[in-house]
T-cell receptor, first 114, second 108 residues
């Protein structure tokens, strides 16, 4: 148990629809990062939120957007879903100190786009 | 990009020692992390290196050489439950850049 909770655990959506994934970070953590993990691949960095603002973004189109709330929980929104968006979406929370800190991953949300 | 490379798959015998290599090409990073991921589950932290050298944590050890762009994860006294994917990740400003992972099969 890492204290990081994601919901839902599984989701099936139709191409063209929109989806919102949620992440509750570990208590005391102020930074949340989102990753996309396609089958057989390593997780790919989508973006990070620190104190409610985007703090870096990977190579993902603008239809991937996010939010972080005052309690540091976070949402990942994906618009105009494509079949290639089918993946495991992971969030990781950490406490930003400017130095290396361990990040804790949630159990992930398995998104299937049909 | 970080161009992180790991072998795709390895097989080893229960009780043996296995070394999983990771090479990378990048100008700089804070640390190199190793994660274990069982099928369908989230990655779990194993070990990390900031400085060159060997870090030991029980049955798991990790080594880093920044000058050679190289790291390895060493697993001793392999157990069946060690069958999983092992992810090498560069860590920079609280962001991870992962390799594709090495699937380790442990056989009796």
């Amino acid at each position: 148990e890492t204290g990081v909770t994601q919901s839902p655990t599984h989701l099936i959506k139709t191409r063209g629809q929109q989806v919102t994934l949620r992440c509750s970070s570990q208590s005391g953590h102020n930074t949340v990062s989102w990753y996309q993990q396609a089958l057989g691949q390593g997780p790919q960095f989508i973006f990070q939120y620190y104190r409610e603002e985007e703090n870096g973004r990977g190579n993902f189109p603008p239809r991937f957007s996010g939010l972080q709330f005052p309690n540091y929980s976070s949402e990942l929104n994906v618009n105009a879903l494509e079949l290639d968006d089918s993946a495991l979406y992971l969030c990781a929370s950490s406490f930003e100190t400017g130095r290396n800190t361990e990040a804790f991953f949630g159990q992930g949300t398995r998104l299937t786009v049909v | 990009g970080q161009n992180i490379d790991q072998p795709t798959e390895m097989t080893a015998t229960e009780g043996a020692i296995v070394q999983i290599n990771c090479t990378y090409q990048t100008s700089g990073f804070n640390g190199l992390f190793w994660y274990q991921q069982h099928a369908g589950e989230a990655p779990t932290f194993l070990s990390y290196n900031v400085l060159d050298g060997l870090e030991e944590k029980g049955r798991f050890s990790s080594f880093l050489s920044r000058s050679k762009g190289y790291s390895y994860l060493l697993l001793k006294e392999l157990q069946m439950k060690d069958s999983a994917s092992y992810l090498c990740a560069l860590y920079n400003f609280n962001k991870f850049y992962f390799g594709s992972g090495t699937k380790l099969n442990v056989k009796p």
